[in-house]
Structure formats: structure tokens, C-alpha cells
């Protein structure tokens, strides 16, 4: 029953429970958990940039720290710095056929009604083309700090990700020395500090190197600028480095490096930027002097202390919303790469620790990699030391990039996704073009794979080229924000837009099957898997997904009665792409075509368990995807093991979902926590957080459901600030197995259901008002 005490709601439910108004907002935790499920440390200096460097990023900037004695090294990022696009000397074509291909769309279609089905290479022959001027992220090179006379010494190195801090302290001749790094998102600097407990012992000298010979490096006083054109499409790049110490002497040298000998302590602020910006069809700005100068210039002005206050203020906000006690207790003389190597599974406090710290470590990561103002977490996040890196470090469109924000809203970020919600809209008007020349429809499209110039056709890679789904997976993200934040404002002004012309693109290109009367997407093509069909599950699951969501928004809104009649009609002949087969697996295509030894790292056909919403526990579906997802085995690259946890959760199987995450730990994680594919890519850290958010609280269903899938190894435990659709953080506690403590904070007024073992009948429905909070014991 629900009365009230002192104007504040109460809601009583099982022994009783007691709210009052929440002194905090939905997002704000004035206390702070000091664990060690945050500190990752190491006994050595790193050796290898993938697997033992450690990461610290702004959104915009990020740096590896690698910890080394003789010279420091932070090779360093700025996610703009990229080859390719307009200006390339390759050309660039946006991946819009360069020749008109009259027909050659309804061709493949017409083959694929009379064959049933065609290899990847004749598809790619009629409908592909070679790349062209796409690109690759750029490493922007390395700062290196030369010390001399530095020997092999006690040591330690470390990365604290509740505080946002890199931490190297090593002891040489009873002197104590310490390092610390830190990506400052406020003032858009990376910031170094180098420190000793004896006066006169810190020297050092400060230098750049780079892979690419187009740039020069010029000191002078306490600067060092780096400044540079790329050769493929003369983008023009700048990083500006300066350095304050107190005692000792500075020297600017010729050859662009900066030496600070016999200081009593030094630190430095490093800015850097391009003249990239987000606007089709150029995708140039203003030269990045003025703003980079600006910045360090302000971040110098500002002082360290400040700076570094600034910037654990901004971080802890962020990061300490969330705390997660699963049982853990790390050695205090275990280090992190010892940790994950003695990892048995999840039987043991140590274990539990390094469970809980890999989840806080997905935390950490979208924050350092995906703040307002920048691109979103590209494959690598914004960690790059190539020229050429794997995939060019690019936007995966097929499930990669969507990946990398599955745990941004329930794990409490909602704030990271906005590189995200801009990227998407910046992605519409190449889109557009693409849709009209391609496809001669509405909307806008992009296949499988982008970059930040707008790429939105195709290429000849004939397992990974089309892929027309994704701009309707990519909004899916903009209604889960709305889902969860309420925010009418963002649905009309960021979220409706891109879904209601992803939605038109399908009501345009949806074709009727012959074989049944249906409306199916084709060509389509179950990504990276199998032969080109009409019809494939996940196509028809991501269609439906649109163009559901779209209905649903759209009904918010108040958008016309005709489009709201077209989407219901559409979706009332359109096929579900939900098919069990012979042996009673959910079919990955519309034919039944399945085979029980297939162990492909794609499961693409159970978008409509993780990330859809079609399928509800308990139901035939649900079922038949359980036997699916059996038949694929518990392998797979990193990504692919983090997608399995999310399933198996959705499937409430909570301990195949541990056995996943332990699979992911045991054999596709790096010393540095980073997942591997191999090689690194940082969706498989992603989508392993949000896994573990699934295990224990979902919402998909309009319901919000209380340890859904707790495992066994988990038996005491307690969450606190994960979100829930709807508008609700919730704080959690458990024992045996079942909760014991429910606390939830409405952020909404609104009816609210939630469902717990620890709720009378399960379950209790209420009306929940905004800033009240309600507690359940």
C-alpha cells in the first residue's frame, strides 16, 4: 500500500518498506567506494603497447603509459588525426558506385527469388567496388621522457580508475620517485607530473617521435610544438607541450626537445588537435593553432593542483555512480597480470576480484574514450600505435560500434553516448545520397562498416560489404536513451529524426517474398556468415526493432496518423525473422539451413534476445534460441564471448552467462585487462560490462527485474546506481542468492513495475514519483 509521511511518498511492500526525498540526484553519489575492484598494478614496466601499456583518455586525447625507467613513454592519440576522406590523393567516394548501375539491385533480387540464395563473391561482383580513400586513424606519435642514470629499481606501476590516475613510483638510491598521468576532459589536456622526496632530483628531458616523417617539432622556452600536414589527404594536425618545474634549469634544444635538470619536481599539460570537423561533404575547419595554443596556455594558467581537482572531480562523478561487490578480495601482493593469469573460473574471492574489477574496467574505459565534443569509442576506443591499425581502428557498423554502448545507460553513463547520438546524425546526409544513388529510396542508409568522412556505401570485401541494417541498428541506441531518460525533448529533436528516416529507407526497400506474401529485406546477408539470401533473421529482427521502436515514438509525438498507419500496416505484413527449425534451433535464415557443428563467432540471428526485445524468457523463442546458442559453443573471438554473457543472461542462465565471462577472461583477455580478438579490440571490454549489468537487472520489457540472472559464484553481493528503463536507479542487495534490499530512486513520475523474489507475489506496481525514493526489505 503506499501512504505518506512528511509529504514524502512511502511505499510498503513484503516487511515493510520506507522512502523519503533523495538528497542526491538520480546521478550524483556524494560517497565513494575505495576498493580495489578499481586499481589495476604491476610489478614491471610495460614491454608491449597491446597488451601492457595502460590507457587514460579524455574522449578526445588518449595515452598509453608504459611506466619505463630510462624513458618514459606515453605514445599518445587525438581521434580526429585521420587519412583518407576528401582530399585523399586515392580519391574519395563516399563508397557510392562511381558508375550508374541501372537494375543491378532488382537483378540480385530477382536471383535470389529464383535460386534461393548467392555466394558472397557473385554479390559483391554485381553490387561492390574497391574502397577507395576510406583511411586509417593516425597515432599522433610518442612523448618521450629521457631520465638519466635511471636504473632497474624497486618499482611499481599502476592505474587507478576510480581517480582517472597513472601512476608509476620507483625507489633509486633512497630517493623515492613518482609519476602520475591523467587525461583531463574539462580542460582538454593530458597532464604529466614528475616528482621526488629529495630536492634537485628530477631531471629529464622531454621529446616527440613519430612513425610519419610530416610534421616538425620546434622548442622554445617551455614549449614544444608539433605541427604537421598528412600526406594522403593534407589534414593538418598540431600538438602543443608545455613544461613548468620549480629549481633546476630548462634548456630548449634544436632539435625540438625541452631537458629540465636537478628540479625539485616538474609537470607538463599537452593539447592537440585537427582541422577535421564533423560537416558533409568537406569535413574541414578552422587550422587547430589557435584552439590548441589556447588550451595549454589556459591549462598552464589554471596550475596543476587545480587542474588535477578539476579533473578527479569530473571523473569520480562519472565513474563513482556505480559499486559492485560480488565477494571480492584481491592479494594485496598479487599483481593485475598475475590476477588474470591464476584466474580459476570465479571459485574464489580473488577471482570474484578480478570479475568486478573487469566490469568497473568497461566503466572506465567508455569514459576515457567517449566524451561530448569528440568522435564516439572507435574499435580501439581512442588507443592507437599504428598507421595503419587493425580495421583501420574505424566504426564497425554490423555490431561493433553499437556494442561499445550497450552498458553506457543502465551502468549509469548515459552522458558518454553523445559522440554517439552526433556521429549518427553526422552519418544522415552522406546517408541520404547513398539511399537515393543505391537504392533510389528515402532515408538514409550505411552499411557495414564507416569512418569519419561519411563513408556510407559499399566495398568488395564480399563477406563484410552490405550490410543496409545498420543505420536501423544505430538508432536503436538513440530510443534506449529515451527508454531510460524519459526525455520527450531528446525523442523530437535527436532520436525521431534518425529513426524516422531509417524507418522510411525500409518502408521503401522492403520487398514482398514470393514464397510467402511476406516483407523482407533483400539482398540480405547474416553478417559475415553463410551465402546472400532474401529474408535473413537478423535483417528481419533489425527491421522490425526500427520500425517498432519508430511506431512507438512516433505515438509519443504525435507524428501524422497516415505515417503512424503506414509503420502498423508495414509491420503487420512484415516477416518477424523468428523461425524454429528442424532440430529446434531459432534459424539464422529464412530457409532452414542451420548446421548443428556450426560454431560461427557471429550469432547474429539472436538480436531479437540481445539487443531486441522480440523474444521474452520462457517462450518458444526463447527456447529455440537457447538451442541455437548451445549449438555455437561457448568459443569465439573476445567480442563474441562478451555477446554470449548478454544472451545468456537474456536467457536468465546465470551461470552460463559467469562461464562466458570467464571464458572471455581466461582466454581472450591481455595482461592489461584489454580484450583481444585478437588482436585488441574494445568492444569485448564493453560488452562484457554490459553483461554483467544483465546478470543483474534487466528492464528490456517495460518491467524492471531484480537479479534476473544471478550466478551461483555470486551468492552475497550488492550493486549500487544501476539504471533501469522507465527513469530508476536502483541499489541492490543480496544473500543466498535472493535479494534482501531493494532501493529504488525514480527519476520520473510515472507507473512503475518491479519485479524480485523479495516483492510479495514477485512483483508490485506502483506509481513512482520523480525524486522519491522507495525501499524494499
Not at 617551455?222 to 594536425?237: H, P
Not at 634544436?254 to 593539447?271: N, Q, R, Y
Request: proline letters at 5%; a negative charge.
Amino acid at each position: 500500500m503506499k501512504t505518506a509521511v512528511g509529504g514524502a511518498a512511502v511505499l510498503a511492500s513484503g516487511g515493510g518498506a520506507l522512502a523519503g526525498t533523495a538528497t542526491a540526484t538520480e546521478e550524483r553519489h556524494d560517497e565513494r567506494d575505495t576498493s580495489d575492484e578499481s586499481l589495476l598494478w604491476y610489478a614491471a614496466p610495460a614491454a608491449d603497447w597491446e597488451r601492457e601499456a595502460l590507457p587514460i583518455g579524455n574522449g578526445a586525447l588518449g595515452a598509453m603509459i608504459f611506466g619505463t625507467l630510462a624513458s618514459e613513454r606515453l605514445q599518445f592519440n587525438e581521434k580526429t588525426l585521420w587519412t583518407g576522406g576528401p582530399g585523399s590523393r586515392e580519391g574519395y567516394d563516399f563508397g557510392n558506385w562511381r558508375e550508374a548501375r541501372p537494375g543491378a539491385l532488382d537483378a540480385v533480387r530477382a536471383q535470389l527469388d529464383e535460386k534461393g540464395g548467392l555466394t558472397p563473391a557473385a554479390v559483391a561482383a554485381d553490387l561492390g567496388q574497391p574502397r577507395r580513400g576510406y583511411g586509417a586513424h593516425q597515432t599522433f606519435g610518442d612523448l618521450h621522457l629521457d631520465i638519466p642514470d635511471a636504473p632497474d629499481a624497486t618499482y611499481r606501476r599502476a592505474l587507478d580508475l576510480r581517480q582517472g590516475l597513472a601512476t608509476v613510483t620507483y625507489t633509486h638510491q633512497q630517493v623515492r620517485h613518482d609519476r602520475e598521468f591523467f587525461a583531463s576532459y574539462p580542460d582538454g589536456v593530458l597532464v604529466g607530473r614528475l616528482t621526488a622526496d629529495r630536492p634537485a632530483s628530477v631531471s629529464c628531458t622531454l621529446r616527440h617521435t613519430s612513425p610519419r616523417t610530416d610534421f616538425t617539432a620546434k622548442a622554445d622556452g617551455d614549449r614544444i610544438t608539433v605541427r604537421g600536414e598528412l600526406a594522403d589527404n593534407g589534414l593538418k594536425f598540431e600538438a602543443q607541450l608545455r613544461v613548468v618545474h620549480q629549481g633546476g634549469t630548462r634548456t630548449a634544444n634544436a632539435d625540438g626537445s625541452i631537458t629540465v635538470s636537478g628540479a625539485d619536481h616538474l609537470w607538463f599539460a599537452l593539447a592537440a588537435g585537427t582541422d577535421y570537423a564533423d560537416t558533409y561533404p568537406d569535413y574541414r575547419g578552422q587550422d587547430p593553432h589557435d584552439t590548441v595554443t589556447r588550451t595549454v596556455d589556459g591549462a598552464i594558467a589554471r596550475g596543476h593542483g587545480a587542474l588535477r581537482a578539476r579533473h578527479l572531480r569530473d571523473h569520480g562523478d562519472l565513474f563513482g555512480r556505480v559499486a559492485l561487490d560480488i565477494g571480492q578480495a584481491a592479494p594485496a601482493d598479487v599483481p593485475t597480470d598475475q590476477l588474470l593469469k591464476a584466474y580459476g573460473g570465479g571459485a574464489s574471492a580473488a577471482d570474484r576480484a578480478l570479475e568486478a574489477l573487469f566490469f568497473q574496467y568497461g566503466r572506465y574505459l567508455l569514459i576515457a574514450s567517449s566524451r561530448a565534443g569528440s568522435l564516439p569509442a572507435n574499435l580501439q576506443g581512442v588507443w592507437n600505435n599504428s598507421t595503419t591499425p587493425p580495421w583501420s581502428a574505424d566504426y564497425h557498423t554490423n555490431i561493433n560500434l553499437q556494442m561499445n554502448y550497450w552498458l553506457a545507460e543502465a551502468a549509469n553513463l548515459a552522458e558518454t553516448t553523445a559522440p554517439y547520438d552526433r556521429f549518427v546524425e553526422a552519418l544522415r546526409a552522406p546517408g541520404r545520397r547513398t539511399a537515393k544513388e543505391m537504392f533510389g529510396s528515402r532515408g538514409w542508409v550505411v552499411h557495414n562498416e564507416t569512418n569519419p568522412y561519411g563513408f556510407t556505401g559499399v566495398h568488395d570485401w564480399s563477406t563484410s560489404f552490405w550490410f543496409p541494417e545498420a543505420a536501423a541498428w544505430l538508432t536503436a541506441q538513440l530510443y534506449e536513451h529515451y527508454r531510460f531518460d524519459g526525455s520527450t525533448q531528446y525523442l523530437r529533436s535527436t532520436a525521431y529524426p534518425a529513426m524516422k528516416e531509417a524507418a522510411e529507407f525500409w518502408l521503401d526497400n522492403l520487398r514482398t517474398d514470393p514464397r510467402d506474401g511476406a516483407l523482407v529485406a533483400t539482398p540480405s546477408y547474416s553478417p559475415e556468415h553463410g551465402d546472400f539470401t532474401a529474408g535473413d533473421s537478423m535483417a528481419q529482427q533489425i527491421v522490425h526493432d526500427l520500425l517498432t521502436n519508430t511506431l512507438e515514438a512516433a505515438r509519443v509525438l504525435g507524428d501524422s496518423a497516415a505515417f503512424r498507419a503506414e509503420l502498423e500496416k508495414t509491420l503487420g505484413k512484415l516477416d518477424p525473422g523468428l523461425r524454429v527449425g528442424s532440430w529446434g534451433q531459432l534459424q539464422e535464415w529464412k530457409a532452414d539451413l542451420d548446421s548443428r557443428t556450426d560454431d560461427h563467432r557471429h550469432v547474429s540471428h539472436l538480436y531479437a534476445l540481445h539487443p531486441g526485445r522480440q523474444i521474452e524468457p520462457g517462450s518458444k523463442w526463447a527456447d529455440a534460441a537457447k538451442v541455437s546458442l548451445t549449438a555455437r559453443g561457448d568459443g569465439g573471438t573476445g567480442w563474441s564471448k562478451a555477446w554470449k554473457v548478454n544472451f545468456w543472461a537474456r536467457l536468465r542462465d546465470g551461470d552460463h552467462a559467469h562461464k562466458m565471462l570467464g571464458e572471455q577472461l581466461k582466454s581472450s583477455t591481455l595482461p592489461n585487462l584489454w580484450d583481444t580478438h585478437p588482436p585488441f579490440q574494445i568492444d569485448g571490454n564493453f560488452g562484457a560490462t554490459s553483461g554483467i549489468v544483465e546478470m543483474l537487472l534487466q528492464s528490456q520489457f517495460d518491467a524492471i527485474e531484480v537479479l534476473p540472472a544471478l550466478p551461483a559464484s555470486w551468492p552475497e553481493g550488492s550493486v549500487r546506481g544501476l539504471r533501469a528503463r522507465g527513469g530508476a536507479r536502483l541499489d541492490i542487495e543480496w544473500s543466498g542468492g535472493r535479494a534482501t534490499r531493494i532501493v529504488l530512486t525514480a527519476s520520473r513520475t510515472r507507473e512503475l513495475t518491479l519485479r524480485s523474489g523479495l516483492l510479495k507475489g514477485g512483483e508490485k506496481t506502483f506509481k513512482a514519483r520523480a525524486g522519491q525514493r522507495y525501499v524494499f526489505d
